[in-house]
């Protein structure tokens, strides 16, 4: 309570340019429990709206403004038997809530989409295509492993199977569902102050705040 009074919070969300399509950013991280084991061990996760600038030719993955929408630390609520269980989980509750956020952005831009059957009984009675083209997902985790296994091939009898059906629901959602994963450093890694005490979170929980107090990440 001390420091919460001595150095208050504030948090800034900025207006997002016009010129730009909305786009969905996540952040997650994973980290062991207050006994040092995995089991019951904590979760981190950030998401928002961003500007998706990639069709000026350049990723644009720094420096760009996020209106933080959500924001949770907790429990894991799985069973994790180690790191990357850890990280897998973490990116997988994270990818939910982009998905959820993402169809309330697109009901609000595009108006409420027909279910799946409705359109496939217009494609085949009418001819009538679904031309609706996804928002754009981002999410960032500092998982070597996790990122490695959705971008290329892995051996599943390494895995345990609650995780492979977590690694195939995000490799899915890439390739259906416009979402781009990508690897960044743990030190540069927001989330991960959402995962540690104060006193081991020195590096990154400077980077969480000032992305809270600007809107920029």
């Known amino acids: 309570l001390t420091r919460i009074q001595e150095e208050p919070l504030t948090m ?3 207006t997002l340019s016009k010129e730009y399509p ?7 991280d994973a980290g062991m429990s207050d006994k040092s084991t995995w089991e019951c061990g904590q979760e981190g996760r950030l998401v928002g709206l961003g500007e998706d600038r990639s069709g000026e030719g350049s990723s644009d993955k720094i420096g760009g403004k996020i209106g933080v929408c959500h924001v949770k630390s907790g429990k894991f609520r799985r069973v994790t038997s ?3 269980a850890g990280e897998s989980v973490a990116a997988h509750s994270t990818q939910g809530v982009m998905l959820k956020l ?3 952005v697109e009901e609000f831009q595009f108006g409420v989409r027909p279910g799946y059957s409705e ?5 085949q009675t009418t001819g009538e295509v679904d031309s609706h083209h996804a928002i754009r997902m981002e999410l960032y985790t500092d998982s070597k492993g996790v990122s490695t296994c959705i971008h290329g091939s892995f051996n599943r009898s390494n895995i345990e199977g609650r995780r492979v059906e977590d690694l195939i629901d995000l490799r899915e959602c890439v390739q259906f569902d416009n979402l781009t994963i990508y690897h960044i450093h743990g030190k540069s890694n927001p ?3 959402l995962t540690k005490c104060h006193t081991k979170c020195t590096h990154t929980k400077p980077i969480l705040r000032a992305l809270l107090e600007t809107g920029i990440y």
């Not at 359109?119 to 494609?123: I, K, N, S, V």
């Open 22 to 28: 909305v786009k969905i950013i996540g952040v997650c």
């Open 191 to 193: 989330t991960d102050a």
């Open 82 to 84: 180690g790191s990357f």
């Open 119 to 123: 359109r496939m009984w217009r494609e």
């Open 12 to 14: 800034f969300i900025p």
């Open 102 to 104: 993402r169809n309330i």
